[in-house]
């Protein structure tokens, strides 16, 4: 059990480079990115996964990023009473369904998102059952992650460590859930940055003296699910992805959503 915490929690801090402090050996060679984001496991939308597919296979990307909720995780919402139905969610093909989508999109990075973070607070419950279920996961989402040779980052907020940097631009999960969070998000990081979490698409300049852009890039999953249907946010929702390309000191973003139509764009 500690063995997996342990694994889990020995991630190495990010360095922030900011586009001033790059001030020798800067590579202007564009390399291209795709980055998906909440495709949730077993709970992942078919068209919206194949368009993410097929644009990995199209684009060719050298950096490809799952920002995270990769599973749903539905069994483990704090907020689920003992007898919600989400309690009855298998985590089982839930994780079998995200760790396969990983494998066929073959990424560069895998972010943590809250969902998954879920389990990181589960390893340290005080039920020995739970403590178990939970870092088992963990440990096999690691080793799923190491098998594909990328890098495992965690869901650490706003911090450093929760970013990938390509260029001038931050790639993380991402935290505010406000109709305003990609400002919200790029102020706070005081840099441009692409995240998912809010499930909805959207551009915002940030109110910054050096322009600073947030991309919310939306998400695979299924937009009608159970636990959501309730609330007016959903129909916000959108699935999508980005795309873009990068050097070692700009990151150009583009955003791509399937709400109301698609086309691959290549
Ligand atoms: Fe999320």
């Known amino acids: 059990m500690e063995y997996f915490i342990a694994r889990h929690l ?6 922030l480079d900011t586009p001033l402090a790059i001030v020798a050996s800067i590579t202007r060679k564009f390399r291209k990115f795709l980055a998906v984001s909440c495709t949730h496991g077993h709970l992942a939308d078919p068209r919206a996964t194949k368009a993410m597919l097929a644009m990995r296979e199209r684009y060719k990307p050298d950096t490809v990023l799952h920002l995270g909720d ?20 298998s985590m089982a093909d839930d994780l079998l369904a995200g760790l396969s989508f990983l494998e066929e999109l073959r990424p560069t990075h895998v972010h943590l998102g809250n969902h998954e973070h879920r389990l990181v607070g589960l390893a340290h419950s005080g039920n020995a059952v739970v403590s178990y279920a939970a870092g088992n996961v963990l440990g096999r989402i690691d080793d799923a992650v190491k098998r594909m040779k990328a890098k495992l980052v965690p869901y650490d907020g706003l911090r450093p460590s929760a970013c990938t940097q390509l260029g001038d631009a931050l790639f993380l999960h991402g935290v505010l859930y406000n109709v305003s969070a990609a400002r919200d998000h790029a102020e706070a990081l005081g840099m441009s940055c692409v995240f998912g979490h809010t499930h909805r698409v959207a551009q915002e300049q940030g109110r910054c003296q050096r322009p600073v852009v947030g991309y919310n890039i939306g998400c695979g999953i299924t937009l009608d699910v159970g636990y959501a249907q309730t609330r007016r ?5 959108a699935n999508g992805f980005a795309w873009g390309e990068y050097t070692d000191n700009l990151c150009i973003v583009r955003l791509e959503t399937l709400s109301p139509h698609y086309r691959l764009p290549l």
Request: avoid cysteine; aromatic fraction near 10%.
């Open 70 to 89: 990769f599973t749903d995780m539905a069994a483990l919402r704090s907020s689920a009473k003992p007898d919600d139905p989400d309690r009855a969610e």
């Open 10 to 15: 020995s991630f190495e801090p990010v360095l």
């Open 233 to 237: 946010q959903t129909l916000g929702w």
